[in-house]
């Protein structure tokens, strides 16, 4: 039923909104693919959406329409070597760079008239994680999708082979077959050319380094906080991210379950949109009552 739903949602997006493909340029030259979803009216809400290991912000589409459709823009970044990027795919020189990839964008749409949210899908969320505890500066709030800080037992044990090596020869440890099952499983995301299949063992060095100290990481934050699980989750571990919930020092802060799978934008996608703007409006309404 919940599938429906989404086919529904889908089909009202396609004249309410304006996406844009840009590009921001990092601090050594790489060019990082950015799909840009806009509301086609006044709007005071923009969020930084980080994708994860296998998937690209192809796979958000969906859910920045949706959210610009409710009037908040959605900044769907291409990680270097995923998506659209041209550099080596399933690669990444070294953990800094990939923040400083973060900043660049930040940096890039930084506003004085927008109020910006860095959030993240799957592994995404520990990207960001990671992100906001270098620098938090003109972030209002963390957004967690579906997060995946505490994967499944059986994934996040895998031992990775790390290295210096860019050459992309490794599977990633990510069963694509959790995410989400029947068409958008068969049709898309079995047959995506553009996500990722194979990694270097220094991007698996990165994903060590980004996995590591994570709970204290997320207990010394202190942004406003979302975290958007699916009921049904194969990847993630539901109930350690529910327990870790309770040390969340960040106020606001909201949690919430959605119906399917891991891939909410498939199996989810109503009630993720409207988790996310009833957030983006809690968030205003408590920065409002702070500036009072």
Known sequence: MHRDRTIAVLGRLQRMTEKLLESVISSDGESLPVRRYVPNRPYAHQIILLHGVVSHSGWLETLGQGLAEQGVAVLAV??????????????????????????????????????THLGGFCWGATYALNALSRDAAGVASFLMIAPSIFPADDIGGADLVVGDSGEAQYEPHVPIDRFTRGPAYENFIIPDPLRTCEVSPRFNQCLVDMNRMLGPRWAKLRLPTLMVLAEQDRLSDNEKHLRAWRHVKGTPKSHTIVPGEHGVQFDALPETISAVTAWTDEVAQAMGSTAA
Request: charged letters at 25%; aromatic letters at 2%.
């Open 78 to 115: 291409d990680r270097r070597g995923a998506g659209l990027s041209t550099s080596a795919s399933g690669d990444a020189p070294s953990t800094a760079q990939l923040l400083d990839d973060v900043d660049a964008v930040r940096h890039h749409y930084a506003s004085d008239t927008l109020t």
